[in-house]
């Protein structure tokens, strides 16, 4: 069964540190152990903006399609936001996101 994971990163290797401040979202299949990445999604909030900071909205639409989010912080807010409609929230003390996705699928992370 085919999974959409989603991990916040400024850079393309690492798990950003900050869930909303991210730059993109890396958007990842895993299918039996097979990895695609499928896109890149900007985090149109990112930037310091304090209206930005006060919506979830642009971050829910962009992960709509994925069913697991990896990331290494995450604030309380979101993170209720995104389980209300039934998204995984895994945190991971991974900082590379190659590392994160192959323990995500040995089964190793941390569900919160």
Request: charged share 30%.
């Amino acid at each position: 069964m085919m999974k959409k994971i989603a991990i916040p990163t400024d850079n393309n290797v690492s798990i950003s540190d900050n869930f909303g401040k991210a730059r993109w979202f890396k958007i990842i299949s895993v299918e039996e152990n097979h990895l695609e990445t499928l896109d890149y999604i900007e985090n149109k909030t990112h930037a310091y903006d304090p209206e930005s900071r006060q919506s979830y909205e642009a971050i829910m639409s962009a992960l709509k399609d994925c069913e697991v989010i990896i990331t290494r912080n995450m604030g309380k807010g979101i993170q209720e936001e995104l389980q209300s409609v039934n998204k995984k929230v895994i945190f991971t003390k991974e900082i590379q996101m190659d590392a994160a996705v192959d323990s995500f699928i040995r089964g190793s992370q941390t569900k919160k």
